[in-house]
């Protein structure tokens, strides 16, 4: 059974960081790619990165290139995302999935997400 559980959300004031985990199990994670999206209130779930297996190259989102990094555990079977110069606008629920891309199509098992509430 794939299971994909999220940690490390939370409340932080602005210009605070924070760092996801997504813990993995029921599938070969190292040859896998992993994503992380987010979904404000009232808003649809945008993409913000993803790692690929092996060389582990990455993808991000405009709005969080050069604050966030996407990394991974494959010892561990954990994704991570390290979330630095939070603003406001980063609220949401924030989840990891398996797949690449920018298309929240691309990936077909998903976490049930970690909040994280930024205070300006």
């Known amino acids: 059974q794939v299971q994909l559980v999220e940690s490390g959300g939370g409340l932080v004031q602005a210009g605070g960081s924070l760092r996801l985990s997504c813990a993995t199990s029921g599938f070969t994670f190292d040859i896998n790619n992993m994503g992380w999206f987010r979904q404000a209130p009232g808003k649809a779930r945008e993409f913000v990165s993803c790692?690929?297996?092996?060389?582990?190259?990455?993808m991000y989102a405009d709005s969080v290139k050069g604050r966030f990094t996407i990394s991974r555990d494959n010892a561990k079977n954990t994704v991570y995302l390290q979330m630095n110069s939070l603003n406001p606008e980063d609220t949401g629920l924030y989840y990891c999935?398996?797949?690449?891309?920018?298309?929240?199509?691309?990936?077909?098992?998903w976490g049930q997400g970690t909040q994280v509430t930024v205070s300006s």
């Open positions: 999935a398996r797949g690449y891309g920018r298309s929240w199509a691309h990936y077909d098992y």
């Open positions: 790692i690929t297996r092996g060389s582990g190259s990455t």
